[in-house]
């Protein structure tokens, strides 16, 4: 008997023992060969894709997509498989003081195998799963060889939307009379050197049109004359024998014998000879690649005789690289106003009706069409040139106006509207196409905060690491990628230039909901929009009832996020419900979603990586949130602040925690354990300040905002910013205005961009200028009498200053020659004792804004102002009757000191506003 068993174990088990620890042992490398093949797949989905866009066929093209959502399914396959195996790998046991440490382990250990083992297995089949569905792909549609007809589709349909723009008669062109005036006195006057002219803009503002009816109406101007269209793919060659080609024909001569067969040298030394000494114009319309320039330079030989490059691109990235040219100009190209662009609407509505202009009946509705479209031309003509047949009365264009999206995605007659703007979606690489896909989550101009877009996309996993790049820094180089390929609009900016806010056109946005409809990239549920796929979908946008997404998903557990942008109070059985149904949410954002409580299963979510109940009504958090081991966001901002439990301090990845404000009293004695924050505001400290020796721990802090300090936390504070080498913005309020804070730092702070103290100091931080990166500065009620405004005005990058509430208390502010000469933005708020600014005329002749607000000593306005050219925006607020009649336009003595400003603003204050703010400063002279 036991001969039997041990002859049926060395036959059947153990093999299959052996299989076992050789799948486990190779296990790493499986995961590796099949996230490299993930990569691939995904271009070859859209390859196949594009392959559907372009065939003629309906069947046949009914048959691709039905395919394709099956290559579809299978990478979500390949996706849920590699992150199953990603948190196996780095889960780790939990103490359990109530066994032996060493049987917890074991029992442990043995588990994860087996669910590694699990994983190994699912590898296998996904990868004969996709393997099977590519192969059966390829031997229905070979993408090799598609039909002639579809080839023949693409082709012509390609070139006609790029040449039907050249040929737009004159009197057609609506509103660009003043970027026509501006490039054509750039291509006729001026300097006598080559000069690069660069037109840029996104898709469809009509960069071909005005290029072209520049050129025509100026070419003869020049000796000779080129316009070029240049190939999304064009070799050097090919461009440079273009060139020759077009001088030739132009010149009437025959090109070359062999300039089929030049190489690249005498094909430069060719245009060269041809352009040599003469007054020459060259158009290279739709440039895409951003070398462009280093490929052209050399053929365009500069004679000193005024001649002109003209380029036209949708990306800036472009523009960049021609101003290597010793002397170029640049034309940033906008939509049109609202009159032109109904002007167009009209025009092409009504052709030579009405002489061109809009009928009464029409306008309000005509308006709302092209508000729609953003004033984008590409857009309003098409839509023109379709009412004009079709749409007859006022009524029919209500109608069309109210279907507007549907019709730009379902007409035939606006496709070229979306395969203009597909272009440049097709010109993205892989991961810039899912990061500009993810805009189709958000609703139609929808205004994004660029820092939740950009946590959103890594915790998406669209964003990898690079050398010498955090995720974030990645995330935003991907992000201005977009905006200099004029994809995504900046919709606000910070001091400093960068993106701070922005959003989508809405062409681009129908753009993007047509490439992701029925792809499982993402469901928008509204109130035009229900839940009704019975297929793969990977995101959800809930825009209406929340308690109504009760429709069915046959594979639920494949949804990776859920936005909230619903108005309706969520019950916290749907919450639960929603926990329940998605378990592998990397991200769940309920941003100003009517929220009041969090179920305790919120713990259950173990793929989270992006948490935010942002403006709900929230009040706590459940404890185990300590199971979110993944956890990289959590933004606990809601209304009337939250209570965090010790056990966030578990979330070892955490690296933004954001509250408004977040007591630290819970995690006082462990908050040093995360050791991956790198944001973190805004936390009260507590009253022993204990927690702030905890922050010394924090050395990846990059944004750290501090409130309620006493003015003993002085030294420890200090102590624990001197173990923060990366940080870059740093508030600190203290709690109690009686109480002043010494800050005594001796790091450099050198990547310290933003900083702002609120509460009285003890002196002036003298390391405040040497931080050569600071970009704001902003003191409140600092009480200084001695603010050292001439080693300030020293700081190479300084943007913004402001001083608030009795920051000082000093009677005279003296700008000396030369000082903040980047200064963009200076305010003055509260200063009780000021009584007189003087301004040199060599001081903030970088200045742009100034407000001063509530100085009720200053009675003068500032002495210099005058010296301001730069000064765009003066806001004078609550000021003293006699400062106001002094600067009043009817007859005060000072007003021609501000007369150059062309933006000024005065508010006064009424009485009430008066008596509370004498009765708040007698209060606080008594603290």
Not at 305 to 333: M, P, Q, Y
Not at 795 to 802: H, I, Q
Request: charged share 30%; with cysteine.
């Amino acid at each position: 008997m036991a001969e039997t068993a041990v002859s049926f174990a060395s036959q059947h088990v153990l093999p299959k023992f052996l299989e076992a620890v050789k799948m486990l042992k190779d296990l790493p490398k499986e995961v590796s060969e099949v996230t490299d093949e993930l990569e691939s797949f995904q271009d070859f989905i859209h390859d196949t894709d594009k392959m559907a866009e372009v065939e003629e066929d309906k069947n046949r093209r009914d048959r691709i997509k039905k395919r394709l959502m099956r290559l579809r399914k299978a990478a979500v396959c390949m996706e849920d498989v590699i992150d199953d195996y990603v948190i196996c790998n780095e889960k780790q046991s939990e103490e359990d003081p109530r066994c032996a440490a060493l049987l917890c382990e074991a029992a442990e250990f043995i588990k994860t195998q087996i669910f590694r083992l699990k994983i190994a297995y699912q590898i296998q089949d996904v990868k004969s799963h996709v393997r099977a569905e590519r192969d059966g792909f390829e031997n229905h549609f070979p993408i090799g060889s598609r039909s002639d007809g579809s080839r023949r589709n693409e082709n012509f349909t390609w070139q006609k939307l790029r040449i039907d723009p050249l040929f737009i008669k004159e009197d057609e062109v609506v509103g660009f009379e003043g970027p026509i005036h501006t490039l054509k006195k750039w291509l006729t006057e001026g300097r006598k050197e080559r000069t690069v002219i660069s037109i840029v803009g996104m898709a469809g503002l009509g960069k071909t049109t005005i290029s072209k009816q520049v050129f025509d109406r100026v070419h003869t101007d020049f000796e000779c004359h080129a316009l070029i269209t240049v190939s999304r793919s064009y070799t050097v060659e090919e461009l440079l024998r273009d060139m020759t080609n077009k001088l030739c024909k132009e010149r009437r001569e025959d090109p070359p014998r062999d300039v089929a067969t030049m190489n690249q040298m005498s094909l430069i030394e060719e245009v060269r000879n041809r352009l040599c000494n003469k007054r020459y114009v060259v158009l290279f319309d739709d440039v895409w690649n951003e070398t462009f320039w280093d490929d052209i330079e050399l053929a365009l030989i500069d004679n000193k005789n005024g001649s002109r490059v003209l380029i036209t691109t949708r990306d800036e990235k472009v523009v960049e690289f021609c101003k290597k040219a010793l002397f170029f100009e640049v034309h940033k190209l906008q939509p049109l106003s609202k009159a032109k662009s109904l002007e167009l609407l009209c025009k092409k509505a009504f052709g030579y009706g009405f002489d061109g202009c809009c009928p009464k009946d029409y306008e309000a509705v005509g308006l709302d069409i092209v508000r729609k479209c953003e004033c984008l031309p590409l857009a309003i003509v098409a839509i023109g040139s379709l009412l004009y047949r079709k749409c007859k009365s006022p009524s029919e264009w209500h109608l069309f106006s109210q279907n507007l999206s549907s019709e730009l995605q379902s007409n035939s007659e606006l496709h070229s509207v979306t395969k203009i703007l597909s272009l440049s979606y097709d010109d993205l690489p892989q991961n810039l196409r899912s990061c500009l896909l993810y805009f189709g989550m958000y609703p139609e101009d929808y205004e994004v905060k660029c820092g939740r877009l950009i946590q959103h996309w890594i915790a998406e996993g669209f964003v990898k690491h690079e050398n010498g790049r955090n995720l974030e820094e990645v995330a935003q180089k991907h992000l201005m990628e977009l905006i200099s390929r004029s994809l995504v609009l900046v919709a606000s900016f910070t001091i400093d230039d960068r993106a701070k806010a922005c959003r989508v056109h809405d062409s681009i946005h129908e753009m993007i909901r047509g490439k992701i409809k029925n792809t499982g990239f993402c469901e928008y549920i509204d109130e035009h929009n229900h839940l009704e796929s019975s297929g793969i979908i990977r995101r959800l946008t809930i825009a209406r009832n929340s308690n109504g997404l009760s429709g069915s998903i046959e594979e639920s557990q494949h949804v990776r996020s859920i936005l909230i942008f619903t108005d309706e109070v969520s019950s916290k059985d749907f919450t639960r419900r929603l926990l329940e149904k998605y378990m592998r949410l990397k991200v769940l954002d309920f941003e100003y979603a009517p929220l009041y409580d969090v179920p305790e299963n919120l713990g259950s979510l173990i793929h989270l990586k992006y948490l935010s109940f942002r403006g709900t009504s929230i009040t706590s958090l459940p404890k185990s949130i300590s199971k979110l081991q993944n956890l990289e966001t959590l933004d606990v901002r809601a209304f009337g602040g939250i209570e965090v439990p010790k056990e966030i301090t578990k979330l070892r990845k955490l690296r933004c925690l954001l509250g408004d404000p977040i007591s630290s009293i819970a995690v006082k004695d462990s908050l040093g354990s995360i050791t991956s924050l790198e944001k973190m505001y805004v936390l009260i400290i507590d009253p022993d300040g204990v927690v702030i020796r905890e922050l010394g721990k924090l050395k990846q802090l990059r944004d750290l905002r501090l409130s309620n300090l006493s003015g003993d936390h002085g030294d420890t504070l200090c102590s624990s910013i001197n173990e923060m080498p990366l940080l870059e913005r740093l508030h600190i309020s203290l709690k109690y205005r009686t109480e002043a804070l010494d800050l005594h730092i001796r790091l450099s702070l050198s990547k310290l961009r933003k900083l702002h103290l609120c509460g009285r100091l003890k002196e002036f931080p003298n390391w405040i200028p040497r931080l050569q990166n600071l970009v704001k500065l902003s003191l409140v009620e600092s009480r200084l009498t001695n603010i050292r405004l001439t080693d300030l005005g020293s700081m190479p990058n300084l943007l913004l200053l402001s001083f608030d509430s009795n920051s000082y208390d000093g009677e005279t502010l003296h700008f000396e020659n030369g000082g903040f000469q980047k200064l963009k933005e200076l305010k003055l708020n509260g200063l009780q004792q000021l009584s007189s600014i003087f301004i040199d005329s060599g001081a903030l002749q970088s200045l742009e804004k100034l407000q001063i607000m509530s100085i009720l000593q200053l009675k003068a306005v500032p002495c210099g102002i005058q010296h301001l050219k730069k000064l765009q925006v003066l806001d004078i607020l609550y000021m003293p009757t006699e400062f106001q009649q002094r600067i009043d336009p009817n007859g005060g003595k000072e007003h021609w000191m501000i007369k150059h400003v062309p933006d000024v603003h005065f508010v006064t204050k009424n009485r009430a506003l008066i008596l509370a703010e004498i009765a708040a400063e007698i209060f606080s002279s008594r603290l």
